[in-house]
Structure formats: C-alpha cells, structure tokens
C-alpha cells in the first residue's frame, strides 16, 4: 500500500488549494474498496503507456520502469494550462533541489531530481493521487531515462516586418471608459454565417451589433461581411462613435497617416478565438490598428513554415503593416489559457475577458501591393505576356472593328458634354489629335481649333475620309507624329482596349511624347465600378434587366478559349457589372451576327497610377463620369524626379 502524504506537505496543498478536500481519496487508498483502487491502478497504467508512446515519438526518450533521477508529468503541461508555480507548490515541500523542465506546446513536463531517492519521493507522492485545480483527474508520473535537451526558455523570435507592439498605448482610466460604453447584452442579431441574408442584414443603417460563433461583435462605419471577408462601400452604417474619437486623435499623434472610417469591435470569452486569416487586400487599406483592452492574450502570426506568438498586454496597440498585414496570417486559439515567457521559463496564464478595437480605412479601388501570392486583386488578374497580348488584340479588337465598323459608327454620334468641356477650353489656333477617333464623332464642332485624327481601323478611316476629316491609320502604340508637335490630344475609349499594364503604359507616353511641353491630354477609359455612389453608370441603365438580375452569378459566366493564344477569358453580359478586370464584351450586328472585343476594365486609382510613372506628364485632374475613368495629364517643362 501506498505511504500517505507527510503531513506538512498534505497540509501546505490544501492551504494553497492546490488539492481538494473531495480528491483527498487519492491520497489514501481505502482497504475495503479494492475494486476500485484495481479500477485506478488500471487507468494509471493505460495513461503511462500512452504518454510513452508521445514522448518517444515526440522527443525520442525512452520511459522506463526503473527509478531515475528523471521523471515526466504525463498531463502536467503547459498546453494543460497547468502554471509553473502551481507545479512549484507540489514539488517544494517535497523535495529541495530539482529542475522543472517545462516544453512549449507540450502537455507533460520534466522534472530532474539531485537523486534517484527524490525522484523516486515524488513519483510516490504525486503519481495518481494528487488531483490539482481544474483538472479532470490526477496527476501521472512515469520514470525517462532522459529529459528533454531542447532549451526550455526560447528567445522571443523577431516580429515579422511591418509588425508593431506600442504597450500602454492607453491610460487604465481611458481602457475603463471605453469598456464602459460597450453593452453587449443589446446584441440582438444572433449570426448563423450559413443562412443569413447578408444584403438585408447590411442594409440598416445602424449599429451592427451581433453574436458570431465564436465571439460577440460590433461594427462601425461599415459592416465586414464574414461570409465573403467583404465591405460594401456604398452602403455605409452608422459612424464610429464620437467617443472613440480621442483615439483617432492618438493615432494622429504617432503618425498613422489615415483618418479610419471602419471599427470592428470584438468581445472574448475564455476559451473563444478567431481562426488564422489575412484581411483582405482590396477592402482594407495597408495600415490596420488593433488596440486590446481586459485580458492579455496571445495572438498566433504565421507565414508558410512560420510560426511567432504574440503576446497582447491590456491597453496595447498591435500595428501591421508591410508584409505583417499582407503576407502574415494572424489569429488567436481558441482555448482557456497561454503559454507565456517569464525570467524563470515558459508557464501557463489564465485567460480573462478580452475585446478589442480594431482600426481599419476602407479601401475605395483595388490594391497593388508586392505581395501577389496573397493578394485577391493580384489572383484575379489575367496573366497575359506581350506576344499573346499582340495576337489577342488583333483577334479580338482591330479584325472586330473592321467586321462592325459601319453599324459602330452608326450607334455613335452624341458627344459626351465633359469631352466637349475640354474641347471647348482650347485656345484659338490649338492643333489637336484624337487618337483613337473612331467616326470622327469629336473632330466635328469649334471651328477655331484644327484637328486631326488616327485610327487602327481601315474602315473607320474610310468613315472619317467621306467626312472630310484629316486622319491617318495607325498604331496608338506608335504614334507617327514627332516629338512635342501637338498642343493637345484626346484619346477616347481606346486605351482598354490594350490587354497588358506595359502596353498601356506605352500608349500613354506616346501621347506625352507627342504633345508639346504645357499641353494638356484627356484620356477616358472603362471604369470596373459601374455602379458608384449607389448611383448606376448610364451603361446599366440603359439594361432591360431588372435591378435583382443585375447581380453577378459567377456559375453563370460564360468563357470563349482562345486556342492561338492558349487563353481563356470570360464573355461579359451586356449592361451588367464587371465580375473582373480582363474580359470579352460582346457586339451584335444587326443581322444578328456576335462578335467578341477585348476589354481590359479600370478599378478605381488603377488609371491615375499608371499616368504617375510617366515622368514627362503631371496629373492635372482625375474623375468619374458615367461608368468610366477620365484624367487630364500636362505634359511638364522637364522631367520630374
């Protein structure tokens, strides 16, 4: 039969309450129950060989029955939440000198001895019999015939780049205040992610205050979508709350350089979490600030192969940025307690109730980082190399055009009034060029300014011929025209045709090139927003299509293959909005003959970026007018550094 406690140590557990007066049963075996203890000395035995099995395949250390100066703690790990101290407590007045070998991520523990004979106290002492708080059952011992010699105290690896922690970023009294405005029991929208109509839900313009499966949250300014990882920035809700505002004011301070317009506000219960995840590129801006309040916990960062923990103290700011907020998943485990670093080695912490404020500026366009491995634009983007670029457009864009250039040019008379706008501003004696012109439809009008114009299409050059307009053929890409010859030059409709970032590009600064030094260009282009500021273009209105079917149904979409230039895009339905950026749009003749063009659709800042590498030009002007992108460029005096 098994010795009893000593008394002083039975004593200073039960004072620390790290044994129960109900597990007192495991500390003497009653005589008369034999049943049982045969009961427990069975499971005992299926625990050990369990925890050999893990260990030798864990660590390659072999159990042994033999009394060593080594002993594990089958389930008295960190991940268990048990805490160092707690252990410390059990050992100490058993035992004066030992080594307590505590393995991140592990569920058992090592304790090294001076001796055999203390060992060999310990395992008498603890193994089933001593039960500690919270936990299930009591504690097992097994003998190894080694310990661990990986360094139980690991150094705190470095942040991934653009990852900032600004402790006590907030006072104690500004946390209570904060926490103060927050009633979680007004959530009144329990959320289940598979059946909620997220466009009624989105639609209120108010608070949204709702209970995810694994936490309580509320939104500001915009509500994220979990079933998409979206925002819609057109159907705002209600702003971030005038007391929040002094945060704002601190974020200013530290030189957070953008005014943020989207709060995401999370409630944490022990033993909740939020699964790993990047926040999408093209909803958020490159800046997200996370601030903690209540409990500290830790936040779990991973990239490929990996791994850093990041422990969030009560009142921190967590800022990521670069290649934190792009490439770096972050979420946080759901569990009841952490491992953290402290001077005498890892230990486990309870988790109190933690929320958190998080800071984001919604983006209005698409994103460019240089992070294409993790970013949704960059994956949507059809990739398309110079050579397949050529044969694409001349399929689908200068053979179309020449197919339909009669019935093009009969749909084709009204011009649009800011075109007219800018032709109007012209001085008297301006030579002007319209590349890409079409019919002619913009050389006709304001007899003060001599025009000329050029085109890819034969006949449309024929068109313009009978008209008595001044054009030539040509390639927008190679513009026969010298150098600084033009006062001003608009180009139409023309450059989304172009199906590479490179040939736009060069069409644009062909049209530099030709322009004198002070001369103004205005290029329009199709926009990807057809619809902006809830306001749809002219070009979905003039659909017959319902409001409802205007919806994009991805399974819907249909695709031409491109065999010449093993590519394949997808056919886009007329008056409808864009599902992507690279698409064949159809044309129908009045004889009911289909044609497809090559349309390279612009997202909102795509137009003005691309001008912004034109050296020779400055950006006098960028704006929206009716489903399309316009900018005015001014060719500059000298080159701009």
């Known amino acids: 039969m098994l010795e009893p406690l000593p008394f002083y140590a039975l004593l200073y557990n039960l004072v620390t309450g790290l044994v129960s007066t109900e597990g007192l049963n495991w500390i003497r075996i009653d005589k008369t129950n034999v049943t049982t203890t045969e009961r427990d000395d069975r499971k005992s035995i299926r625990k050990q060989k369990r925890a050999h099995h893990r260990l030798l395949r864990d660590m390659n250390i072999k159990c042994t029955e033999q009394p060593t100066q080594h002993l594990m703690i089958c389930n008295g790990g ?9 252990l410390q407590c059990v050992l100490d007045p058993l035992i004066s000198k030992y080594t307590l070998i505590m393995p991140t991520s592990k569920s058992y523990c090592f304790v090294t001895c001076s001796s055999k004979e203390d060992a060999t106290c ?24 080694t310990v661990s010699i990986i360094d139980y105290v690991v150094p705190d690896p470095a942040f991934p780049s653009g990852l900032t922690l600004m402790e006590n970023f907030i006072t104690e009294e500004q946390e209570k205040i904060l926490l103060e405005t927050l009633n979680w029991d007004k959530c009144k929208n329990v959320i289940d992610l598979q059946s909620i109509n997220w466009d009624e839900h989105a639609s209120t313009l108010a608070t949204v205050w709702s209970q995810l499966k694994y936490r309580d949250v509320k939104h500001f300014g915009y509500e994220f979508e979990y ?5 819609n920035p057109d159907k705002p809700i209600e702003p971030i709350p005038q007391e929040y505002k002094f945060l704002q004011t601190l974020f200013d301070k530290h030189g957070h350089k953008y005014a943020y317009d989207q709060l995401t506000i999370n409630r944490y219960l022990p033993g909740q979490g939020i699964p790993p995840h990047i926040d999408t590129h093209s909803v958020f801006e490159d800046t997200i600030l996370s601030l903690s ?16 923990d990041v422990l969030l103290p009560a009142r921190s700011l967590l800022i990521m940025t670069g290649e934190a907020r792009y490439a770096w998943t972050h979420g946080i485990c759901p569990r009841y307690s952490d491992v953290i670093k402290t001077e005498n080695g890892p230990t486990s912490q309870e988790r109190g109730i933690r929320v958190s404020f998080t800071f984001r500026k919604v983006r209005h366009g ?11 634009t960059a994956k949507r983007e059809t990739f398309i190399d ?14 179309v055009y020449e197919e339909i250039c009669n019935h093009f040019s009969e749909t084709r008379h009204k011009q649009w009034p800011n075109v007219t706008k800018f032709l109007e501003s012209l001085e008297e004696g301006t030579l002007l060029l319209d590349v890409g012109c079409g019919n002619g439809k913009y050389l006709r009008g304001n007899q003060n300014v001599y025009k000329m114009g050029c ?6 050059m024929g068109i313009c011929r009978k008209r008595s307009f001044e ?25 989304h045709h172009l199906s590479t970032e490179e040939r736009r590009l060069r069409a644009i600064s062909e049209i530099v090139r030709v322009l004198r030094p002070k001369g103004r260009c205005l290029i329009y282009v199709w926009a990807m927003e057809q619809c902006r500021n809830s306001q749809d273009s002219l070009y979905l209105k003039s659909g017959k299509k319902s409001k409802e079917s205007e919806k994009i149904n991805q399974s819907k979409i249909n695709h031409e293959r491109i065999s010449e230039c093993n590519l394949t895009l997808p056919i886009h339905e007329n008056r409808m909005v864009f599902p992507q950026s690279d698409m064949l749009v159809p044309w129908t003749k009045r004889s009911g003959e289909h044609f497809l063009r090559y349309y390279h659709v612009f997202r909102d800042g795509e137009l003005a970026r691309l001008c912004t590498k034109i050296s020779l030009a400055s950006i006098k002007e960028v704006y929206y007018d009716q489903g399309n992108w316009c900018v005015i460029l001014e060719k500059c005096t000298k080159i701009i550094e």
């Open 471 to 495: 054009v030539l053929q040509c390639n927008c890409l190679y513009l026969p025209y010298k150098n600084d010859s033009v006062d001003a030059i608009i180009s139409i409709a023309v450059i």
């Open 227 to 231: 079933d998409t990882n979206l925002v």
């Open 455 to 460: 085109d890819h299409s034969s006949g449309l």
């Open 122 to 145: 310990v395992y008498n002492y603890i193994h089933g019999r001593i039960k500690l708080p919270g936990q299930n059952g009591p504690l097992y011992v097994c003998y190894t015939e």
């Open 366 to 376: 698409e994103c460019y980082c240089d992070f294409k491995n993790y970013c949704d």
């Open 293 to 308: 309040l209540g409990s500290t916990w830790v936040m779990n960062f991973k990239k490929e192969d990996k791994k850093i």
């Open 386 to 399: 110079d050579k397949t670029a050529s044969g694409l457009e001349s399929s689908y864009v200068h053979k």
């Open 78 to 86: 960190l991940v268990t939440g048990i805490k160092r101290e707690t």
